[in-house]
C-alpha cells in the first residue's frame, strides 16, 4: 500500500489517502510515484502536482524499520509540504521556532528543553514539564500536583 498527500495551494495537507500497490505500478510491475498521482488525479479531480507521496513509516527523517526515510514525516493533516526541502512538517508551534532539516522538525531558537534531573522524575508528588515561552525566548520549568 502506498500513501499520499493532497496539498492545497498554501501547501497544507488537506486528506491522506491510501492506494493500493497496483494503482502505483508502471506497466514493469515498478512502483512509480507519477503512477499514483495521474491515479489520483484521474479519480479525485485534484491535480498531479499535487498529490505528493508520504511514508507511513517515516518520523523524524527516520524509517521505523530501518528502510530509506521518505519525506521527513509521515503527511498528516494540517501539516506542512515543505517544496524546497521535499519534506513534511508539522505546523511550526511558535514564530521564533527554526526548521531543523536533519530531525525534519522545528526546534527552539536556544535549543532542546532542558533534561529533568532524577530527582524530578522520581519525585511522585509532582510533575515536572519544561515548556516553551515565546515571550521571554525561554524554557520554563511547569511543576504541577500529582493526580
Excluded at 45 to 51: F, M, R, V
Amino acid at each position: 500500500m502506498a500513501h499520499f498527500a493532497k496539498i492545497s495551494e498554501n501547501n497544507e495537507v488537506l486528506t491522506v489517502l491510501t492506494l493500493n500497490n497496483t494503482d502505483i505500478h508502471d506497466v514493469n510491475g515498478v512502483e512509480d510515484e507519477t503512477v499514483g498521482q495521474a491515479y489520483l488525479e484521474k479519480h479525485n479531480n485534484w491535480p498531479a502536482e499535487l498529490w505528493i507521496q508520504t511514508s507511513y513509516n517515516t518520523t523524524a527523517n527516520v524509517h521505523k524499520n530501518g528502510g530509506t526515510a521518505l519525506r521527513g514525516n509521515y503527511a498528516g493533516i494540517g501539516c506542512i509540504w515543505d517544496t524546497e526541502n521535499n519534506i513534511f512538517l508539522s505546523p511550526k508551534p511558535y514564530p521564533s521556532w527554526v526548521k531543523h532539516l536533519e530531525s525534519a522538525s522545528w526546534k527552539s531558537p536556544i535549543g532542546d528543553a532542558p533534561v529533568l534531573t532524577a530527582e524530578q522524575i522520581e519525585d511522585t508528588d509532582n510533575r515536572y514539564n519544561y515548556n516553551w515561552n515565546e515571550s521571554s525566548q525561554s524554557w520554563d520549568l511547569v511543576v504541577l500536583p500529582s493526580i
